[in-house]
């Protein structure tokens, strides 16, 4: 973006109560002139304070025309002739020069929320994913100068920000190192901060921070994601269950030959094995076998 021409400085402004009680007492005094050469009889007089008291009245309400009620969390940008002279932020009555155009800027913190967007992730897989951005006017010159309308602005560099962020991520990551959107959220919704401050800058806004309200697969890809997904959970539960039962098993075959309860051979201690493994590992209840012999028969 290109650098700033203009910054925000603050108005010469002076408090409103003294400025509106000047111009009161102008439009009283304009009035009884012209209520004195009413009541005067002699044109002379009248000729002196017709024109006079008009002129009074004039002046007042031209003075009065640089009043300002300015709230708190709005500001005034002020502009002589064309030229930025600075901007109002003390809140209450201020009064400017009346030659000069106030805009209003309001400097509260807003909410921009985004469409649902649909893009391609990092491996070209379409996923829609919304975002909202917490922002404010920071500089007043530069919201209303630096750019033509600062609100389509900030609305534009969002949505630019977010897709650009979508095709830099994958939805879910292969690797397990790697960042995904759908599995780091908040170093990636981070990341959104800072590329889109950098964005709307030079428009003199500051973003307080973002979050992804919606994030998923596209429609036509939803079914198959859900299918991969949920066998890679059948898989994760599968090598716990599997690392569990080898265990098992170890405790199991230690815990024998400590007690000397039974003394197996080899090939018995791998039938066992693959025995207890079988029971541990299937996922349907084992059906027994009694064996009434020998372990050999």
């Known amino acids: 973006?290109?650098?700033?021409?203009?910054?925000?400085?603050?108005?010469?402004?002076?408090?409103?109560?003294?400025?509106?009680?000047?111009?009161?007492?102008?439009?009283?005094?304009?009035?009884?002139?012209?209520?004195?050469?009413?009541?005067?009889?002699?044109?002379?007089?009248?000729?002196?304070?017709?024109?006079?008291?008009?002129?009074?009245i004039v002046a007042a309400f031209f003075a009065m025309r640089g009043l300002n009620m300015v709230a708190p969390g709005e500001a005034r940008v002020v502009q002589l002739f064309g030229r930025y002279r600075g901007t109002i932020r003390t809140d209450g009555l201020?009064?400017?020069?009346?030659?000069?155009?106030?805009?209003?800027?309001?400097?509260?913190?807003?909410?921009?929320?985004?469409?649902?967007?649909?893009?391609?992730?990092?491996?070209?897989?379409?996923?829609?994913?919304a975002a909202v951005v917490v922002w404010k006017v920071r500089d007043t010159a530069q919201a209303t100068f630096e750019v033509d309308d600062f609100l389509e602005f900030v609305s534009t560099q969002t949505e630019a920000a977010v897709r650009h962020i979508a095709i830099e991520y994958p939805y879910d990551a292969h690797d397990e190192n790697g960042l995904s959107l759908r599995g780091n959220a908040e170093e990636i919704t981070q990341r959104l901060v800072t590329e889109l401050s950098a964005r709307v800058r030079a428009a003199g806004v500051e973003i307080v921070e973002s979050r992804f309200t919606h994030l998923a697969y596209a429609p036509e890809i939803a079914s198959a994601m859900l299918q991969r997904q949920q066998a890679g959970a059948v898989v994760a539960a599968r090598r716990e269950i599997v690392d569990g039962a080898v265990g098992m098993?170890?405790?199991?075959?230690?815990?024998?030959r400590?007690?000397?309860?039974?003394?197996?051979?080899?090939?018995?201690?791998?039938?066992?094995?693959?025995?207890?493994?079988?029971?541990?590992?299937?996922?349907?209840?084992?059906?027994?076998?009694?064996?009434?012999?020998?372990?050999?028969?």
């Open 1 to 56: 973006m290109p650098a700033p021409r203009v910054a925000e400085v603050a108005a010469h402004s002076i408090s409103g109560g003294l400025a509106l009680l000047l111009g009161l007492v102008g439009l009283v005094v304009g009035i009884a002139l012209l209520v004195v050469a009413a009541a005067s009889s002699g044109d002379a007089v009248k000729g002196a304070l017709i024109p006079v008291g008009i002129a009074v």
């Open 94 to 129: 201020r009064w400017v020069n009346p030659l000069t155009t106030r805009r209003r800027v309001s400097t509260r913190v807003r909410n921009h929320e985004t469409p649902v967007l649909k893009v391609n992730d990092a491996y070209g897989n379409p996923i829609e994913l």
């Open 249 to 256: 098993v170890e405790a199991a075959l230690r815990r024998l």
């Open 258 to 297: 400590q007690e000397d309860i039974v003394d197996l051979d080899e090939e018995r201690q791998a039938a066992m094995v693959s025995n207890l493994l079988v029971v541990l590992c299937g996922d349907r209840a084992a059906q027994p076998v009694v064996n009434t012999g020998t372990l050999y028969q």
